[in-house]
């Protein structure tokens, strides 16, 4: 997905942070993750880098981010791209996952056309919810990257 090491380590970071909200509130998890993110003293991480983890797990769920939105506007173009990119792959983890069951053990992209990447899963047992997730991300990894999304499922019999 052309992700550098800043990238990714700022999704591993998210991805750790982004249901600290949980504490607060479980329906509205994601926005008491952004404000508390926002807002935590992080050392280490630059003010931007907060700002792109803290949205990143407040848009994880429910909608993709607006270019205008709130959040977003200190952070330029590039960095509301990451966050959008960001926050879709988190998403498609979080439903990967969905059960709880840890049925999926790894999942790989593949770059079919310029147009099109496809995503290989590999998993135990029955992912059938996991797979009925992801396949309602499909829209919000259209809308993120541009190019359509074929899932491949592969099922490894124990």
Not at 19 to 31: E, K, M, R
Not at 72 to 77: H, K, S
Not at 78 to 106: F, G, K, P, W, Y
Request: overall charge positive.
């Amino acid at each position: 997905m052309g992700f550098g090491k800043q990238e990714r380590e700022l999704l591993h970071h998210a991805a750790f942070l982004h249901d600290v909200g949980d504490f607060i509130s479980f329906n509205d998890h994601h926005l008491h993750s952004h404000y508390i993110i926002c807002h935590a003293e992080l050392l280490g991480f630059s003010s931007r880098e907060v700002l792109i983890m803290a949205n990143v797990a407040k848009y994880h769920r429910k909608r993709t981010p607006k270019v205008r939105s709130v959040d977003l506007r200190d952070l330029d173009d590039i960095d509301r791209r990451v966050v959008l990119h960001l926050s879709t792959i988190l998403r498609m983890a979080e439903s990967l996952d969905r059960s709880h069951s840890n049925l999926v053990q790894s999942v790989r992209f593949n770059k079919v056309t310029k147009r099109s990447v496809r995503l290989i899963v590999t998993a135990g047992g029955d992912p059938q919810l996991e797979m009925w997730r992801l396949e309602e991300d499909r829209k919000a990894f259209v809308k993120a990257f541009r190019k359509e999304l074929q899932v491949i499922l592969n099922r490894i019999e124990s």
